[in-house]
């Protein structure tokens, strides 16, 4: 995790080296009650909101969401926000 003023923005950085995310499920990951792994979270719980509710938060400061993933390297999500 990290954090950076990067001009007029604040740049937030979450990364793990997880097992990744399918290329074909990124477009969709911050729709509400989507869930990449279904087997997965019915195991761990989770509804499928959490990014959803990220992004709206986001979208209303005027930042943006990034998410980029390699299959069995881990993930990254990046939020950018406005500063003043």
Do not use: K, N, Q, W
Request: hydrophobic share 40%.
């Amino acid at each position: 995790m990290s954090a950076a003023r990067v001009g007029d923005e604040v740049r937030l950085t979450v990364a793990d080296t997880g097992e990744g995310i399918a290329p074909e499920h990124l477009p969709h990951l911050c729709e509400r009650f989507y869930r990449a792994d279904t087997a997965r979270a019915r195991r761990c719980g989770g509804s499928g909101l959490g990014l959803a509710i990220c992004r709206g938060i986001v979208d209303a400061h005027g930042g943006a969401l990034a998410i980029d993933s390699l299959l069995g390297h881990g993930t990254t999500v990046t939020v950018v926000l406005p500063i003043g």
